[in-house]
């Protein structure tokens, strides 16, 4: 949730300023991690994904992050969570104590991967998945490709894929931004030149100690580390290039929305949208708010078994701004597994 990419708010402005802006140089060296991973690293095809594991049973929550997020923005939901079912919070390849993975990051690419640490570590299905912003593009990508595996799922204000989003001061679809490439293959083992761990660099590619709202209603230790973590080249280049590939995704998404295998079936489904609304200053941010609610409302037809929910009280990080609505939910959809009933 370090500003990246508009998509997200305070990702929306922040998840796009990655694609037009961010331009990096290339030079790497191994180094120690400054602040110790909190679960452990696991290999997900020739590079290794940090999972960060509570709890115990089935289903188990797999949480899925937005662009630039890291998996201890999770902190103030998963332990919650965790008294329940086991739950899987990550880091994405590139990010924080992640190894870069292969290039380039599409969804396909990363729902791969972590679905590969995800056996690696014994931590087979059911799952239910938890995306927020971006990570709601990604976790409908998981669903797409393990369907058999995935038995409920909670979105968090995630964007839907004919939604627009504020890049320099003008609402604009994602999806117009796709150049109509082809999406390519999924890479299954990471090449490497050798064995040593050579995504992290000595220097951080930049200086920068702000702890920008929400983030700061994590726990210090959390902080700290989004400090250390949000400085690292291999942080850029991955996000970079997931903001990179994105449209073509959400194209994707938006082409092929009616077709079943994009759809989720009867699986529990919550969607919880931003109750504050966005486009400020705007001469016709009335109107596109009112196309945003819709379209939030839009994405619970994803299952015939669904909730809607608006939270009045949240702007877009819902997970840090009212992580008790999000608990709730997952606990809903968890409920509604289990006993095999309906969503109320």
């Known amino acids: 949730m370090k500003k990246l990419f508009t998509m997200k708010v305070v990702a929306l402005p922040i998840e796009l300023i990655i694609f037009f802006y961010l331009f990096i140089s290339i030079g790497y060296g191994q180094s120690d991690y400054k602040y110790p991973p909190t679960g452990k690293l696991i290999d997900a095809g020739g590079h290794h994904l940090h999972i960060h594991v509570l709890g115990k049973g089935k289903p188990v929550v797999v949480f899925e992050n937005g662009s630039g997020d890291f998996s201890f923005v999770w902190d103030l939901v998963q332990p919650s969570i965790a008294k329940i079912a086991a739950t899987v919070s990550y880091d994405r390849a590139g990010y924080a104590w992640s190894q870069e993975g292969p290039f380039p990051r599409t969804g396909r690419q990363i729902a791969y991967e972590l679905h590969t640490a995800l056996r690696n570590a014994g931590i087979s299905g059911p799952y239910i ?142 969607v919880l ?36 929910i608006i939270d009045k009280n949240s702007g877009h990080n819902i997970h840090l701004e009212d992580p008790v609505t999000v608990i709730g939910a997952i606990k809903e959809v968890l409920l509604a597994y289990k006993t095999k009933t309906k969503l109320k």
């Open 273 to 308: 949208a931003k109750g504050k609304g966005y486009y400020p200053g705007l001469a016709d941010s009335a109107d596109l708010e009112k196309q945003r609610v819709a379209l939030q409302k839009d994405l619970a037809h994803l299952s015939t078994n669904s909730k809607f």
């Open 129 to 270: 998945l938890v995306g927020q912003s971006y990570g709601g593009f990604l976790v409908r990508s998981f669903a797409r490709i393990y369907k058999n595996e995935v038995v409920g799922m909670v979105l968090v204000d995630a964007l839907n894929e004919n939604e627009k989003i504020l890049i320099n001061d003008k609402a604009v679809r994602v999806r117009d931004m796709a150049q109509g490439r082809r999406v390519p293959e999924i890479q299954t083992r990471m090449k490497r030149d050798n064995d040593k761990d050579s995504s992290k660099q000595d220097n951080p590619v930049a200086s920068d100690t702000s702890i920008e709202p929400p983030l700061d209603k994590l726990p210090a230790k959390d902080q700290q580390r989004q400090l250390w973590a949000q400085t690292q080249i291999s942080y850029f280049k991955a996000a970079s290039s997931e903001m990179d590939w994105s449209p073509e995704d959400v194209a994707d998404m938006y082409k092929n929305k009616n077709k079943t295998a994009y759809k989720l079936g009867n699986i529990p489904l919550i």
